[in-house]
DNA sequence: CTTAGGG
DNA sequence: CCCTAAG
């Protein structure tokens, strides 16, 4: 059939005129960020910190009344005590965190008691700028680099010094604690950031006042456990009966963390020269990974977030990072597993979730000015701890406990209503990594859904009333961590307005919230794409989880529940049993294709024709990492097909149709092309009366 | 690594 | 989206 040139603005089809770049040419590395192998995951920290502080506990009870340690901040009095302790001793002074703007500083010794206020000030100019991804991103390494240098690399004792609980986000005001440090590493936009602190100054750790600040309260979600009784809680809250007595060894054995860890150690260059040398042994663990058992992931998490989208981590991530994780991970396990005999298990469910919005009365609002500026301040990451003391006291009291939940005490959140969700992710992202030192990323959950797109505005999202603010949730879960600071525009070149995110959002944003569960079900047969379904995937949930349920795990509720079994079974991942659900992969999360990309797309098929995606790839989704050329290759599929289908069939985001248009035009003067390069090759010269010309 | 297709 | 066979 011949094809109306018409119909194509330009040029028309055109017949591919340049060769296949070489194939060299596919070098293409980006985002790959450097990201701090001592990147400690906020699990591990916060397992840590619990580690710690039941040794604290133990070994201070002999002189200190256990009272005493009650009273403190778990975290400072472990922080203080491990300084001591350990070899490298603290250093004094703060994290700074790079940007005048933006400043963390990390006091090595938080008074205990005090109440010591954390301020987050982003200037409005920030809000939703680059600055402020900039300055995420700095900060992120720069904890991490920091952390990493005053903590080893975690392994089986797991030292680290959670000296960087205590944060002080600030433009610079006074503080108490900001004495601890200068900006030495500030130098990031100045000027705008000059500004910014002009704008604001929370420098008190007061309650903002005028404004009303929305009160959130972060909870942690449960680092899972083993074992009953004993409650306990860390950060503030008083430590009721620490059965432990003797040191314990602290493991932590994340049944199905050790993917956090993946992503929180340290995204491995996707380079080759980076990846392991066997690559058929890649891919045999691929292989493993995938299909069959990914499906397990949901059943450790199902219970999770019930709500919220489970958080899952990006373990596809994997392939494209490397393995190096995985092994590393396995070795931590390794290592873990075999102090497990003796020591403390603590479990974690992967994700840190958090929920529950507190609105406060007074200050329940989301208004104000310009940034969106946030304070917090820290009565103490509270968490609940549930213990246990084995029965036995034999040598080494075996300490089994679970750790409930992690919570933020207050966190005031003071933006706009104009800000975007994408800013508002961030500021919380900026207090709860202050506190916990990176290695998370924020999602914002709204109505029990999770609010993925970052650039509306709360206004727009309806985050704004009271009202609205109780359904308003945060979640914390770990993060991938690939500040690509390069991949500012993400999207489609040409078609999207570059109000995109930023880096730093880019990663906040990426759905890794969906469960990773998600679309199985979900996913509508190729008619059309997008669709939020989302929340179509706590059902499957269920169903689908019992299927997979195992013995090992015999409780899914990844946190909750502690299954009676010994430590082997729950928080010691099998590494050394079956490849199972050690490696549960997890399907990638959906990510629907917006117009422009669609427009994107059919403009560069136009162009180049179908069957040249990594062309079409390289050309409009350079930028795109999450597209892939088979992605696109899929979705020009699912277009076609939706552009044959009735409208009312089709699901999802409308595709305009002017659009769906030119993919059949596209499709059936590509078919036609490829049908005669086809014919040709068998020598068949067939003509083709108005076949485009070649 | 890419394509092309089925699932 | 995933998985794979093919190239």
């Known amino acids: 059939m011949v ?11 055109r017949v591919p005129s340049f060769p ?57 009095n472990a922080v203080i005590k491990n ?80 000296e960087a609980l205590p944060v002080k986000v600030d433009g610079g005001s ?77 493991k932590l054995g994340l049944s199905d963390n050790d993917e956090n860890f993946s992503s929180c150690c340290k995204p491995v260059n996707k380079s080759k020269a980076l990846r392991p040398p066997s690559r058929i042994g890649d891919r045999r663990i691929r292989k493993l990974l995938t299909s069959k058992y990914w499906k397990l992931a949901p059943k450790l998490r199902d219970y999770e977030n019930p709500r919220a989208d489970g958080e899952v ?27 497990s005999d003796d020591g403390l298990i603590i479990a974690s469910d992967g994700g840190l979730s958090s929920e529950s919005v507190c609105n406060s009365p007074e200050k329940g609002k989301i208004r104000d000015k310009n940034g969106a500026s946030a304070m917090f301040h820290r009565d103490g990451l509270s968490s609940s701890v549930i213990g246990h003391q084995s029965s036995i006291h034999s040598k080494e009291s075996h300490v089994k406990f679970s750790i409930k939940s992690f919570r933020i005490p207050e966190l005031y959140i003071d933006v706009p209503e104009t800000a975007t969700v994408g800013s508002l992710k961030r500021t919380v992202l900026e207090a709860v990594t202050a506190i916990l030192g990176g290695g998370l990323r924020v999602g914002v959950l709204f109505h029990g859904k999770k609010v993925r797109d970052d650039n ?21 879960e770990p993060s991938p961590i690939q500040a690509s600071t390069i991949m500012c525009n993400e999207d489609l070149p040409a078609s999207l307005p570059c109000e995109t995110p930023l880096p730093i959002s880019r990663s906040l944003a990426s759905p890794a919230l969906d469960l990773g569960i998600s679309d199985e079900l979900a996913d509508p047969p190729p008619l059309t794409d997008s669709g939020n379904n989302i929340e179509s995937n706590h059902k499957s949930f269920s169903s689908q989880t019992d299927l997979l349920t195992d013995r090992t795990l015999p409780d899914s509720r990844a946190l909750v529940p502690v299954p009676h079994m010994s430590a ?92 769906l248009d030119r993919v059949l035009a596209a499709h059936a003067y590509w078919s036609q092309y490829q049908a005669k390069q086809h014919s040709k090759n068998q020598g068949a010269i067939l003509k083709i009366a108005d076949g485009p010309t070649v």
């Open 313 to 339: 981590k990006p373990l596809y991530r994997k392939r494209k990072y490397g393995h190096k994780c995985e092994r590393y991970h396995q070795d931590n396990f390794y290592k873990r597993r075999k102090f």
């Open 3 to 13: 094809l109306k040139r018409q119909y194509y603005g330009f040029n028309g089809f």
């Open 174 to 250: 006074p503080n108490p604690i900001e004495s601890c440090g200068g900006n030495v590493d500030s130098g990031f936009g100045g000027q705008q950031q000059a500004d910014a602190l002009e704008t604001g100054d929370l420098a008190t750790g007061k309650t903002s006042n005028s404004k009303d600040p929305v009160k959130l309260c972060v909870q942690f979600p449960a680092l899972n456990t083993v074992d009953k009784n004993t409650k306990s809680s860390l950060f503030g809250d008083p430590i009721q009966d620490i059965s432990v007595k003797r040191r314990a060894d602290f």
């Open 568 to 659: 082997e079974a729950l928080a010691v991942v099998p590494l050394n049993q079956k490849p199972r659900r050690t490696e549960v992969v997890q399907r990638r999360t959906r990510r629907p294709f917006s117009v422009s990309e669609v427009e994107a797309l059919v403009r560069a098929v136009e162009e180049l024709g179908t069957g040249r995606w990594r062309d079409v790839k390289l050309r409009s989704f350079e930028n795109a990492d999450h597209r892939t050329y088979v992605d696109l290759k899929d979705k020009w599929k699912t277009l076609v097909h939706t552009a044959k289908i009735a409208p009312q069939q089709r699901r999802g985001e409308p595709v305009p149709q002017e659009l």
């Open 456 to 476: 509306r505005t709360l206004l727009q999202t309806g985050i704004t009333s009271e009202e609205n603010l109780n359904t308003l949730g945060f979640s914390l």
């Open 20 to 76: 296949k770049g070489p194939r060299s040419s596919r070098g293409r590395g980006l985002l790959q960020k450097n990201v701090n192998e001592n990147q400690i995951c906020a699990i591990e920290l916060l397992a840590s910190l619990a580690g710690k502080l039941l040794q604290e506990s133990e070994s201070s009870s002999a002189s200190s009344n256990a009272s005493e340690a009650i009273e403190q901040p778990a975290v400072g």
């Open 83 to 162: 300084e001591q302790s350990e070899d490298a001793p603290l250093k004094p002074d703060c994290f700074d965190l790079g940007s005048s703007e933006e400043s963390v500083c990390i006091p090595a010794l938080p008074s205990p008691n005090s109440d010591i206020k954390f301020l987050l000030k982003v200037s409005q100019n920030n809000a939703n700028d680059s600055i402020l991804g900039h300055s995420s991103v700095i900060s992120n390494s720069d904890i991490s680099d920091k952390i990493s240098k005053e903590v080893k690399p975690i392994s089986c004792t797991n030292k680290i010094k959670c």
